[in-house]
Nanobody, 126 residues
Framework: EVQLVESGGDSVQPGGSLRLSCAAS????????MSWIRQAPGKGPEWVSS????????SYADSVKGRFTISRDNAENTLYLQMNSLKPEDTAVYYC???????????????????WGQGTQVTVSA
């Protein structure tokens, strides 16, 4: 069973930073590309960033490019999202998500919810 558990969400002021983590279990983590998805209140899911299984390729939505950094530690089965220069429009629930198929890397795709974690809330306000 795929298990993804996010942590690190918090309330911060504009310009602040947060580091999100996602602990993965129930599958061979190093075989799958991973993504971060976010969903703001009243809006649909938005793809944020993806990383391939060996960290040789990353992709970012234009809205976060230059401010967010995705990374992973395959030895620790953990995905990260470093978020800097946070803006109020970054307020959302952030989910980590697994690519459904091993060895595939499809940036900007949003897997079905069965491959998401439970999410962690990020709130950016003054």
């Amino acid at each position: 069973e795929v298990q993804l558990v996010e942590s690190g969400g918090d309330s911060v002021q504009p310009g602040g930073s947060l580091r999100l983590s996602c602990a993965a279990s129930g599958f061979i983590f190093r075989h799958y590309s991973m993504s971060w998805i976010r969903q703001a209140p009243g809006k649909g899911p938005e793809w944020v960033s993806s990383i391939n299984r060996i960290s040789s390729s990353t992709s970012y939505a234009d809205s976060v490019k230059g401010r967010f950094t995705i990374s992973r530690d395959n030895a620790e089965n953990t995905l990260y999202l470093q978020m800097n220069s946070l803006k109020p429009e970054d307020t959302a629930v952030y989910y980590c998500a697994r690519e459904p198929n091993p060895y595939y890397y499809i940036p900007a795709s949003i897997p079905s919810r069965g491959y998401w974690g439970q999410g962690t809330q990020v709130t950016v306000s003054a």
